[in-house]
């Protein structure tokens, strides 16, 4: 049976206090909930330049048959951001079949990066289309911290669930 079309990820992340929580209407200090800011890179390319909302990606890559997830959520973190992947335990976010078909697989890593030190990889296309023309491109042009709410409106809608995973397993509930 021929493999589907695959991709693997790494999701960075940071743990934050909302400030949000109980106590403050007896007058105590309110405890902080637990919470995320996930790391995630605008698509690039002329065809994701003006678009902001569902353009957003999981540093990711596809990858075939002879080669490991984990190997390929590697492999492109370090093409895309152009950055090593910082040392921590991977926390398995499980797959999510996107509306193209692709399979993604993501796992997130609690880990502190600047996004101004991203030296994100390139790629070449023809562009405008039919001119002849080659031209090299950002595969993810820029990079940034989000909450939850943020990445879900930035993100690709398929990749949304992989932030929920991770809000849920940090905040101590069921994940969806």
Do not use: N
């Not at 999510?96 to 990889?121: C, F, I, N, Y």
């Not at 990749?159 to 069921?174: E, K, N």
Request: net charge negative.
């Amino acid at each position: 049976m021929a493999m589907g079309r695959r991709s693997a990820g790494l999701l960075l992340f940071r743990i934050t206090g909302t400030g949000e929580g109980t106590g403050a209407e007896t007058g105590e200090a309110p405890e902080t909930e637990r919470d995320v800011e996930v790391l995630i890179g605008h698509m690039g390319g002329p065809f994701w330049a003006r678009r902001e909302t569902a353009a957003w990606s999981v540093p990711k890559g596809e990858y075939g048959p002879d080669e490991e997830p984990a190997a390929a959520a590697r492999r492109e973190f370090e093409e895309e951001l152009g950055l090593p992947v910082p040392d921590g335990t991977w926390l398995p976010l499980g797959e999510a079949r996107q509306s193209s078909g692709k399979t993604v697989t993501v796992w997130a890593l609690e880990a502190d990066l600047d996004p101004a030190a991203a030296v994100p990889g390139t790629f070449v296309m023809e562009w405008p289309r039919g001119s002849g023309v080659q031209q090299e491109f950002p595969e993810l042009d820029r990079f940034a911290w989000c909450t939850p709410e943020q990445a879900a409106e930035r993100l690709v809608a398929g990749q949304r669930i992989f932030v929920d995973r991770l809000r849920a397993r940090v905040r101590g509930t069921a994940a969806p």
